[in-house]
């Protein structure tokens, strides 16, 4: 189906004190990705696939601020980004990321869009197999 809110990105001027700021104010454990300049943020207790076990938390990410992420943003998943951006753009909204894979692939792909009223949003796609 899709359609939940599974992610969060926050951008960051200055890496290394975004991220010592986030863990010294709320305890977020952090998992850098050097290859990727991103780090996963985790704000709740996970499973081992990395799904929170709390309803209604969720976990997210940091990188450096760059286009086009420019403020918090959060990450919609859904089943098929391409079809998505299509019923996106049929009402009004606007692909500004077109789908991506996420590293290899492996992890999934990433888009984002924005809606009619400016906000950017992310997309996500489960990998396939």
Request: net charge positive.
């Given at each position: 189906m899709g359609g939940?809110?599974?992610?969060?990105?926050?951008?960051?001027?200055?890496?290394?004190?975004?991220?010592?700021?986030?863990?010294?104010?709320f305890g977020w454990e952090l998992s850098l990705i050097p290859e990727m300049d991103y780090a996963m943020v985790q704000t709740t207790e996970s499973d081992e696939?990395?799904?929170p076990k709390h309803p209604g938390s969720i976990n997210g990410g940091?990188?450096?601020?760059?286009?086009?992420?420019?403020y918090p943003t959060v990450t919609i998943m859904v089943d098929d980004i391409v079809?998505?951006?299509?019923?996106?753009?049929?009402?009004?909204?606007?692909v500004v990321r077109k789908r991506i894979p996420i590293g290899d692939g492996s992890m999934g792909f990433t888009g984002y869009f924005k809606d009619t009223e400016g906000n950017l949003i992310g997309l996500f796609e489960r990998p396939k197999g």
């Open positions: 939940e809110v599974v992610h969060f990105e926050i951008p960051l001027d200055n890496v290394d004190r975004g991220h010592r700021f986030y863990k010294a104010a696939q990395g799904i940091m990188a450096k601020r760059a286009e086009p992420l420019h079809a998505t951006e299509k019923v996106i753009e049929k009402n009004g909204g606007k």
